[in-house]
């Protein structure tokens, strides 16, 4: 019975992504496909604790189970999906190729939600790929060259991950004897297999240096998947470090260090490029980057901190709720641009929601943010740390105010475009966005009143003046830089910042194997020697296959063998 | 029944409707397909019978002297079965789908009578009990196959045939050579778990090393080893149904057979790691792997990437036989089948796409998921299979081959792995994007339509049959791999009950 339950999550979306498939003119197919999420929400909420199953046939042997980790991230994810889903319906309405959306968000939806079910390497292998790859058919789906771009790009690195991963699976397995993943956590990867593991995993979590595919896909997308993507897919990365990463262990700080470093490097480089950015969608890829660098440093602490451990995973898992959700409604506020209501508490309603995943981010107190931020510093407050890392937790502090910054430079680039709805307002589009944004305000009612028993919260956790100012310094800083900078409309840094970098690279090596395909009578001087090699290897390889294919080299072998058999006869 | 007459009616399974279908004039269709289909589904039967008994530990063997002290010995045991049964589910599957795709051609007796000769040498070859037996069906093997290789009789077609004669038939003589040799040196042994060599060891270990040289130039051209690879290529020139017949079915495989017997049942897993002739075979392996995949990624023609694509994966299975521990053999011997099933999936699909609607290059497939689902998604289902992606079957080798690098304290298999995927979805993502997210713009060129009037589905339904079978075959084995019945589950039942393994105590 759980084996059924457990595997429907997953099956629900794979069957309804099939049907819609196979009949791609029936409408009333398209209206379940929000509902498909539901199974996993309704496990969140409603699974007895310690849920699980184990399947020997399928695969080599698959494990899937609820555990509380599990639980928190299966409902961010399920809610998150639903409610984009809804979105997606009436924002999907008039595309004619709604279905190949629709099949593409099904795969990715039954991905993400079966790697958090998943508790065996194999498993969360399978569904961590199907969500990436299938997550490519939203990246490009509107079909613009910016889309395909940011689709290929993403596709590479997605790919990349995707062996860096199974390298890192089959390392850990081998030296765990097996493929569970507590097993694997509890053998502790070292040397390559927690590099690989780390690497992998963090190209899907947007970690420094591997980030730059994240600000181009996430705003190529159409605006419920930048919502999913941002959101919830984000997410599988950092689950993947809590599966993975020997967080029960101590003895791994220079793991801890690294991770707290590249952390605070991307949540303060994600603002200082963000806000340099014109594009809305674009600015909050980067506010996802910075928001997952927080994730990354509570991850890396808790490994740095071992008597925090317990306390800390379940902070870095309320973050991730609090983040994801958010961050899904301020995405889904990028696509409300031309929902502007004439009505004045319509009016009222639509700056309500805009603000409150804007504020809750920035952490101002009685929101989400609050409650999440204040549970992340919690364990810092002692002398807990030394060295450099003494700082973090000002940093952490600090950090908001560069969110803050970055969240005022979305909202005033968003309402540049802000357009009055001219036919009536969307109800499904406020529904699923409104929902969205006031769980910024429930979602820390509902900690403290049924939270986790590894993060015992009090009301006192919902404010401080350490959350207060970082917001006050935002605010004074994006006032200086309106007042100082007069050309507020050209983007400084490019989008997808190093991919610019890679792509030259990439350009200039083709442009050279390009000048080799046609070798001009000058060839330039400098690099001469080394085209020459190049050409050299290329040409070698044509005619070694060319060689193999003449009769001289068949005839000479035949001789050969001929000669072979009359010494054996001879011999004999 | 004797246990041994079995085995031959297995051959003369396929080998009675193929005489006889030489004698059959050109216009008795019906009498043809019932020969053809009949002759199948007798051979996937007697098969299947010889299945259930090998698994109860029957015996089964039947012997003909040859000479003085030399036999003719067809044996059954469990590796001889993984072989057999693969090549008998695909034959019918290949027969079903080469009459839809010849109707209406000429010379389909001749092509149809050579087809069954070449599957019954293929389970001769499976069947064999020791090596004279063996080169005796590896000989009919190449010469049954050249004239469907020159089956078009275009000048590109017979230069392909040329080519592959001069190779194969080198090849043989090595090959002739080296069995010979050893033959005089040790006596005509049947094939033994664990090898009968370990005697000369001592006296003979050079000798011995060339041999197996010899013995692996010989099976290695058919099995696409760097350097000997380059008539596949070419010769993937043949009708559909043929390069199915080569890729994954009966030629290659042969090759990969043969090194596995020699590996295995000639020279035994610890003798050959004794003399320091596998780390040389995994070397060979690890270059064919990536070597392959380089140029699969340099060619635009559907057929040929997926021929350079055969010349890179089925070194996996060298690979693992090489890597001779417990967990390597498994991905190997489990690729033999996984990449059968998967190859054959994927070249029926680039038949289907030529035949259908002329498609031969990769750049020509935009917008080809619309038009023609069904094979789009059984072509996404092999390519994602050859990537390696779970569940499907490419992902079971992948692990266990990973694992068994790691077990044989190898690590930088791991690595030729890694490189090989990401070289594999570089060549095989585009064609699946562009199937499924290219635009078309103008309308389709329908060569069959053409000819054959309007199909009920989205194309003749013996060509998509096939397609579908076999995908969902490829997906089936992967995702059920815990089952005993799995192909993992046999080569697991093989590994432990035939193979005397250093190092193999779990």
Redesign the interface.
Known sequence: MSGVLLLAVPLVPLMLAVFI?LRPGRARLNRLVPWAALPGLALAALAPPGLEAT????????HLAVDPTGRAFLGLTAGLWLAAGLFALSDRRDDPRRH?FYVFWLLALAGNLGLILAQDA?AF??FF?LMS?SA??LV?HS?KPEAWRAGRIY?ILA??G???L??GL??A??AAGQSSLAAVAAARPEG?AQVLLVLGLGIKAGMLPLHFWLPLAHPAAPVPASAVLSGAMIKAGLLGWMRLLPIDAAGHAALGEALVLLGLAAAFLGVAVGVLQVRPKTILAYSSISQMGLMTTGIGLALLLPEARGWLLAAVTLYAVHHGLAKGALFLTAGMQRQWPVARPARAAFALFTLLPALALAGLPFTSGALAKNALKEPLAAEALSGWLAHTEWLLTLAAAGTTVLLLRFLWRWRADLETATDGLDRPRWWAWGGLSLMALLLPLATLLAGPTALPLSVHDLYGSSLLWPVMLGLGLALLAWRGVRDRETPRVPEGDLAVLAEAAWDSVRRTRRRLALPGPWPPRIPARMRALRLGARRRLEA??RM??R?ET?GL??SA??L??YL??L?? | MDGGWLLLAILFSSLGPGIAIFFLPEHRQGLRTALNLGGAGTKLALVGVLLAGVLRGDEYRFSLPLMPGIDLVLAADALSLLFASLSAVLWFVTTVYAIGYLEGSPRRSRFFGFFSLCVSATVGIALSGNLITFLIFYEILTLATWPLVVHRGTPAALRAGR?YL??T???G??L??AI??LT?LAGAEGFTPGGYLEGLAETHAVTLQVLFV?LMVGFGVKAALV?????LP?AMVAPAPVSALLHAVAVVKAGAFGIIRVVNDVYGAELAIELGLTAGLLVIAAVTIIYGSI?ALRTDDLKQRLAFSTVSQVSYIILGVALAGPLGVIGGLVHLVHQGITKITLFFCAGNFAETLGIHRISELDGVGRRM?LTMLAFTAGA?GMI????LAG??T??HL??GA??AGM?WI??V??LS??LN?AYF?PPV?RG??G?RREPWHEPLQGHAGPTRFETHWMLLFPVVFTAALGLLV??????GLSP?GWVSLIVQRDYSLPGFGL
């Open positions: 498939g399947f020997s046939s399928l695969l080599m042997g698959t190949r194999i292998y399978l790929s790859l490519y058919g490009i079909g596709l790919v990349i995707e062996v860096f199974f390298a089959v390392l397995a081998h390559w070694a296959e193999l294919t009769w068949i072998l035949f063998a001929m072979g058999l054996t006869l011999a004999g | 080519l001069g190779y038939l080198t090849s003589l090595v002739f050579t010979v040799w005089l010899l350097p000997l690879h380059s008539w070419i140029q689902p994602l390696g992606l779970p569940p992902f079971v992948k692990w990973g694992l790691l077990e690590p791991l690595g792995l890694v995927s990401l979805a993502l994007i499924w997210l635009e992967g995702l059920f791999a815990g089952l993992l």
